[in-house]
């Protein structure tokens, strides 16, 4: 059977007319996707199938493929109206910019952990998705940067968030699992905190003595902060390269 690889463009940037009356008007294809994203806050995306969608909305999963044609797609449609739940960057200062865009990132990671299974090279991005990513480039476009390095500033700040974000996601996800939340599952390795001796490990003793890992540091606001300043220095030089230029003309 010949895989239509372009059914999820077609869905994302060109979306049917719903129907306003009749039994078609009972379910729409923004339903669908509203009660999957349910789904998959509540159980995780693991759980997700067209059964499960239709039971939460009292239909058959026959009755789904008239709005959505497969799971492939829905994950599709799911992805970019999460992306829909977020905001603008807001033109101004870039340092600013760039942080209410890893801001916005963050707020959708924690509310839809699951996103961060979907976000792949591979997934098909949708006109919510890019008008961010389009807004969060135009907050750099007059910093005298080329095209290219325009994309890799947006880059290394989103790439950042993805990281961050994978580690929460993983985190909530074995809680699913288990029951047992990330402090609990640490509090009882005591088996493996016999082995950290001053002989073995000189270092992370000392650390783990001086209450290192007791009080640790938001890995994302920490984290934030160092991407920006190192975008700092490398955004000034350009910048400096660029008057260069400009006197030297």
């Known amino acids: 059977m010949k895989i239509d ?3 999820s463009v077609r869905l994302l940037w060109e979306p049917p007319a719903e129907a306003t009356r009749g039994p078609r008007a009972a379910l729409s294809q923004a339903r669908v996707v509203e009660a999957a994203i349910k789904v998959a806050d509540a159980e995780g995306v693991d759980a997700l ?8 909305l009292g239909n058959t999963a026959m009755s789904l493929y008239r709005h959505v044609p497969g799971k492939s797609e829905l994950l599709d449609l799911m992805v970019d109206a999460v992306w829909g739940e977020t905001e603008h960057t807001p033109r101004g200062p870039w340092r600013e910019g760039l942080e209410f865009f890893a801001r916005q990132m963050w707020a959708m990671y924690r509310a839809h952990p699951w996103m961060l299974q979907l976000t792949t090279s591979r997934r098909m991005p949708g006109p919510q998705a890019m008008t961010r990513q389009d807004a969060a480039f135009a907050v750099v476009s007059g910093l005298g940067l080329s095209a290219e390095e325009i994309v890799a500033v947006v880059t290394t700040v989103s790439q950042f968030v993805d990281g961050v974000g994978r580690t929460m996601a993983d985190r909530v996800q074995a809680e699913r699992e288990t029951g047992v939340s990330e402090d609990e599952w640490w509090n009882g390795r005591e088996a493996l905190w016999r082995h950290f001796t001053p002989e073995r490990l000189p270092m992370t003793t000392r650390i783990w003595h001086a209450g290192g890992y007791e009080r640790p540091l ?12 190192g975008l700092r220095v490398f955004i000034e030089a350009e910048e400096r390269t660029l008057v260069r230029k400009e006197t030297c003309q």
Request: proline share 0%; glycine share 4%; net charge negative.
């Open 5 to 7: 690889r372009d059914r």
């Open 49 to 56: 199938t067209m059964r499960r969608v239709a039971e939460t």
């Open 218 to 229: 938001d890995e994302f606001e920490f984290g934030l902060a160092r991407v920006l300043d």
